[in-house]
């Protein structure tokens, strides 16, 4: 049962190409304008993907239960010296207007739009990655460096307007956005754990961060802004093997300040541990008197700083090939900010009816690596437009899958008077 | 259509807020870690109970005091309260008193208890003094009170003086005095100088001085009462006749503090044992051990020591004052293993000592004429020394030792001990572990002898493994306690080995540690 509502939740909140203009869209639109009187459209996605993470090993982090030792094996055999892992949700509300002119031009119009989004990711190297999940029995003799653990999350809240192009959807607009959450921890150098050849010996370096935001609170805990933008425009529309549909957008571009409540808190020290001293055992200690506790070195600063972060925002292209009728080609790039990769994907959309599509993507980036997916969209009565997506098909029927998301996409398209008479 | 969409939200909704993680995530990991590492020398195993020869060897060194005599002992002051009335000394009335008149006057010597013992003098290291006077007549008096040759000055008087109004035989009026006794010379040889036991007081009670006739009305037999008492007095010093009466000792000590004495053969040779007495206090006396004997409690067996004088009956002169400073007289009886059993005793490998004695005091009677004396931090004591030089030889000799393993947490479990041991003593140990109830853990896991040349510490290397199953842990857990068992032999047994001073045994103890970490 929990399976299915993972699914289902996966399966209502998003993807990571949440938010691009349907291609159904922009099919139905034409060059007059007039082809919608202003669209409702809603939109929720969610994705969790790693280069290295498996489902196996994540899903009893969800759902509860042992992560086995097979799937923590599995999991570092096929890990490469630095694994990335991270996750969004977000959900948006936008309104395109459908009035009939905007600045003089009937063209243009308004969208109005509020959204609320989660993002983080992280990064570990394999050793640090090992170390943490089965322990320092395999790592004698050796310094495992743990500087390269780093991980960020983020929360916010947006609302925001826009200008957009009723003939291909081009836009561009602007969001106030209100920080909720912001946490992120980093080790720095020399950061390691050390075990002896003999293990007669552990030494922990650790120096790093943890900025955190005051906690979560109704009116948020800073202030910034965002842009999305879209540019949509077509070559030899509606001639087979010739229309080529392509995009070039930015999307949740932004910064959030961060304010003064937040803090810093900064830790820089050693723990050495070579065991009890025997003297003082027979002297009559107990196993831990007279020894200084890993929480006795554990000294940390902390200061309260106003500080400026960038939201997960993206670049992409996108290019739609007319091949015939009923088969599209498509290509695209999105270009995201570290840790995370370049999203390409290469697909095909089959179109049995003009008004729908069924399509297959192969891609590879982002979060995780190669990942095979798949989508459905549909506009019923050229009104009700539903579409369902998600990147990676195999991450629901797999365990070895490192990649897992889905989107749904719910639109009402307000006709015009003319097509209503 | 409409209602499906909405039904299909509305559930996506329900389910979305259901989906609570009802199960921790946990997972297990193999973690190793140094749990403790040192080097034990001689001195470090016999808790410094030692010292090294000019040879190197190792010798245990005990010291024990086994008797002290203390004040206590010998005299004290118990809590005294002494009452008398005085009466004034007319009949009939009433009288018309002037002020200023003295009505009763009055020498006196009161006994002290003193347990016993005749004093002369003491001085009172802390404790307290309570005039009380209750007066039953009809006058305004002022007693005054004098203890002669009490004071902190030795020979000067300590006076009190009361203002009492007039009272009554229903209502009479009372007054309190409090001397602090601390650091004060008490005279207790009474109004000749050479009683024992006597306090020398007087007193004297006047008519208040700036009364008139007509306030001071007296009736004959009237009475005033009087109330000492002493309180808490602890004697610092003390000087008197002692008595003759005997003093019996009966102790029971452990040789070493904790130990936990071994079982089996082990030859000693070369040790010798030593009875020590302080004498500083001024009497004279008869001291006669009755026995001293070692018991091991492990195997049951009780060797009683014998041989030279041990039992022979000894006389201590007594201390000399000078001054403050009491001369120190000493006496010694001193058992080898040419003299006594002291062999055989040791080799018993007693736990405890039992000694019983007795101590005489002035068996010639009085003969310093009531100048026994005593300084209450400068005692007579008794001490039984023992030293073993470490030639010793040792076959299946058993030290077994039960340690508390309190284990509170289910997040770690330890799965092997790792044991890296330098040994450089001529002793070859095995070592057995179990829990209380039996559950077997390790055994005969064999740390070879050294190879040592005399004092030249030449140690051989060896790793004890000792995987502890699940079920084992299990068991450790439960009992919280686990039995250690070393046995220990010398090479060519009952060949003597000496062991030197620079001897070692390094230890490293690691663990192997399953670590069960759990997310909630």
């Not at chain 1, 929480?295 to 309260?304: H, K």
Request: aromatic letters at 12%.
């Amino acid at each position: 049962m929990r399976k299915l509502i993972l699914v289902i939740s996966f399966i209502v909140f998003g993807s990571e190409s949440f938010a691009q203009t349907s291609y159904l869209w922009l099919t139905k639109s034409d060059s007059t304008g007039k082809a919608f009187r202003g669209i409702l459209d809603i939109q929720g996605s969610a994705s969790a993907g790693s280069t290295f993470l498996t489902k196996e090993l994540v899903k009893p982090f969800v759902l509860g239960g042992t992560v086995t030792a097979s799937a923590r094996n599995s999991v570092l055999d096929g890990m490469k010296d630095l694994g990335v892992f991270g996750g969004n949700a977000n959900v948006r509300v936008r309104y395109y207007g459908g009035r009939d002119s905007l600045f003089g031009s009937e063209m243009l119009d308004l969208y109005i739009q509020v959204g609320k989004g989660y993002f983080g990711s992280g990064r570990i190297s394999k050793d640090a990655f090992g170390l943490i999940s089965n322990g320092n029995a395999n790592y004698q003799g050796s310094r495992v460096p743990l500087n390269s653990i780093q991980g960020e999350m983020q929360g916010f809240q947006s609302i925001g307007f826009g200008v957009y192009d009723k003939r291909t959807f081009s836009s561009i607009g602007i969001s106030m956005v209100n920080g909720l959450t912001c946490q992120q921890f980093s080790l720095f150098p020399p950061s390691s754990f050390y075990t002896s050849a003999n293990a007669d010996t552990l030494q922990l370096d650790y120096s790093g961060e943890y900025v955190h935001s005051a906690a979560a609170r109704p009116n948020g805990n800073g202030i910034g802004f965002s842009i999305d933008g879209e540019y949509n425009f077509v070559r030899d529309r509606g001639i087979d093997k010739k229309e080529v549909w392509n995009t070039l957008g930015v999307r949740n571009l932004g910064w959030v300040n961060w304010n003064g409540q937040s803090e810093v808190v900064s830790f820089d020290s050693t723990f050495t541990w070579t065991g009890v001293d025997l003297n003082a055992i027979l002297n009559g200690d107990s196993l831990l008197n007279g020894t200084s506790g890993f929480a006795d070195t554990l000294i940390t600063t902390s200061r309260n700083v106003s500080f400026w972060r960038p939201l997960r925002g993206s670049f992409y292209v996108r290019s739609v090939y007319r091949w015939n009728e009923k088969v599209r080609l498509t290509a695209g790039l999105e270009m995201f900010a570290a840790p995370m990769k370049p999203l390409a994907t290469l697909g095909i959309m089959y179109m049995p009816k003009s008004n729908c599509i069924a399509s297959l993507n192969v891609s590879n980036g982002a979060y995780g690596n190669w990942k095979l997916g798949m989508g459905v969209q549909w506009l019923i009565a050229n009104q009700f437009y539903f579409g369902f997506q998600t990147s990676n098909l195999p991450g629901y029927f797999f365990k070895e899958a490192k990649e897992i998301s889905a989107s749904l996409q719910v639109s009402y398209l307000f006709k015009t008077k003319k097509e209503r008479q | 259509m409409h209602s499906k969409i909405y039904l299909c939200l509305f559930a996506n909704i329900v389910l979305l807020s259901s989906c609570k993680k009802e199960e921790a995530t946990t997972w297990e990991s193999n973690w190793v870690a140094p749990l403790a590492h040192g080097r034990l020398t001689l001195s470090d195993l016999t808790a410094d109970n030692g010292y090294a020869d000019n040879a190197g060897i190792y010798h245990l060194y005990f010291e024990k005091i086994i008797s002290g005599f203390g004040t206590s002992d010998l005299t004290q002051i118990p809590d005294t309260n002494i009452s008398q009335k005085f009466v004034v000394p007319l009949s009939g009335g009433p009288f018309q008193i002037p002020g200023n008149t003295a009505i009763i006057t009055q020498n006196q010597n009161y006994s002290v208890e003193t347990n016993g013992t005749g004093l002369r003098m003491v001085k009172v290291k802390s404790g307290q003094m309570i005039v009380h006077v209750k007066s039953y007549v009809n006058a305004y008096l002022h007693p005054s009170f004098t203890l002669y040759n009490v004071s902190e000055i030795y020979g000067n008087n300590t006076d009190i003086d009361f203002a009492l109004t007039p009272g009554s035989a229903a209502a009479p009026t009372e007054g309190y005095y409090t001397v602090d006794m601390s650091n004060k010379y008490v005279v207790l040889s009474g109004t000749t100088g050479f009683d024992y036991n006597k306090l020398s007081t007087h007193l004297e009670i006047r008519t208040e001085q700036n009364t008139t006739a007509d306030q001071n009305t007296i009736f004959g037999q009237d009475s005033v009462r009087f109330e000492l008492l002493m309180s808490d007095l602890i004697i610092d010093y003390a000087k008197g006749y002692f008595g003759n009466d005997s003093y019996s000792f009966d102790e029971s000590f452990n040789l070493a503090e904790g130990a936990n004495m071994p079982t089996g053969s082990l030859a000693l040779e070369q040790a010798s044992l030593g009875f020590h007495v302080t004498h500083k206090m001024g009497f004279d006396g008869k001291l006669k051990i009755e026995n001293v004997s070692g018991s091991n409690n492990a195997i049951g067996n009780t060797v009683q020591l014998s041989g030279g004088n041990l039992y022979a009956p000894f006389f201590i002169t007594r201390s000399i004052d000078n001054g403050g400073n009491a001369s120190v007289s000493n006496y010694d009886i001193l058992l080898n293993e040419g003299n006594s059993s002291i062999t055989n005793f040791m080799g018993n490998l007693p736990n405890t000592i039992s000694f019983q004695g007795n101590l005489e005091l002035n068996p010639f009677g009085n003969v310093s004429d009531g100048n026994d004396f005593f300084y209450e931090n400068q005692l007579t004591e008794a001490k039984l020394i023992v030293d073993v030089p470490l030639r010793i030889a040792a076959s299946e000799l058993t030290l077994r030792d039960t340690i508390s393993v309190e284990i509170t947490t289910d997040a770690a479990r330890v799965s092997s001990l790792t044991l890296d041991i330098q040994n450089a003593f001529p002793i070859e140990w095995k070592l057995n572990l179990s829990t209380l109830s039996g559950v077997f853990i390790a055994a005969s896991l064999l740390v070879p002898n050294g190879n040592s040349v005399d004092a030249l510490a030449l140690p051989t290397s060896s790793t004890l493994q000792i995987p502890i199953s699940e079920a084992q842990w299990n068991a450790i857990k439960a009992e919280g306690e686990i039995v250690i068992q070393v046995v220990s032999n010398t090479p060519s047994f009952p060949q003597l080995v000496n062991l030197y001073n620079s001897y070692f045994i390094d230890i490293r103890v690691k663990a192997g540690v399953i670590l069960n970490a759990e997310v909630q």
